[in-house]
């Protein structure tokens, strides 16, 4: 299996990484991504990827979070780093309206530059999509960027249908485990070989350990949710899904 988005650069793992990243190779993890989402977490992402380059691969990208603080001579030293063959994908990128935030004229314009940026380097986007998926799909379809994923997916069907026509694939979290989510519907919708596996680590862990910690390991209880789901064996869901990020992000 592969933790297609985790945040390894947390300050939840500064202590036990490598035991962290041995329970998630004990519970059958072969690599684990770890998203940016500024400067500073883009650095550490390519010194965790380097550490423990059996494992770890690392991305480049700005959270939409970010939008109001990062500078320009951050976006440039951002996008000097994504041509680096370490780098796998742009992200992680998008819009967040959660809050109703007042600075959604900034994210669209960083979500574009960014955007722009993976098609110039033929790298998949990681697409966040927080309250904002309308928007979102507008800006990442005149991007004409066709290649990624849409994470921590979160919309009903109709949305997936357009970001799947789009060309994208999409990724699930432990939210899929919860007991009231609607989401297991929408898996239930989505084939299984445009799906990929993810923890969003050290958030959004998954149910019976939902409010603590989660790890990469967890994405084997994700998995054995999407096999209950589809009504599949478990082994074809993690063998499925780890051919699907091979080929996405040129593992």
């Known amino acids: 299996m592969i933790d297609t988005h985790a945040h390894l650069f947390w300050n939840d793992f500064e202590k036990d990484l490598p035991e962290v990243l041995q329970r998630a190779k004990d519970a059958g993890v072969s690599r684990v991504i770890t998203v940016a989402l500024d ?39 951002i996008e000097a780093q994504a041509g680096d063959p370490r780098i796998i994908a742009i992200g992680e990128i998008g819009l967040d309206y959660y809050r109703g935030e007042t600075n959604q004229s900034e994210q669209e314009t960083l979500l574009e530059r960014t955007l722009e940026l993976a098609r110039q380097l033929a790298l998949p986007a990681i697409i966040h999509h927080r309250k904002a998926g309308k928007r979102t799909l507008e800006i990442v379809r005149q991007s004409g960027v066709s290649c990624g994923v849409f994470h921590c997916f979160s919309e009903g069907i109709e949305f997936a249908r357009e970001v799947l026509n789009l060309g994208f694939h999409i990724s699930f979290t432990g939210n899929i485990t919860y007991k009231k989510s609607s989401l297991p519907e929408v898996v239930a919708f989505i084939p299984l070989e445009r799906l990929m596996l993810e923890t969003d680590a050290p958030f959004m862990a998954p149910a019976p350990h939902r409010g603590k910690r989660c790890e990469p390991a967890m994405v084997r209880e994700i998995a054995e949710k999407i096999a209950e789901i589809k009504n599949v064996n478990f082994n074809t869901v993690a063998r499925v899904t780890t051919e699907t990020a091979i080929e996405l992000f040129s593992l």
């Open 39 to 77: 400067r500073e977490t883009g650095q550490r992402c390519l010194e965790i990827a380097d550490a423990h380059s059996d494992m770890v691969a690392a991305t480049m990208g700005v959270h939409p979070s970010e939008a109001s603080n990062v500078t320009e001579d951050d976006l440039l030293w």
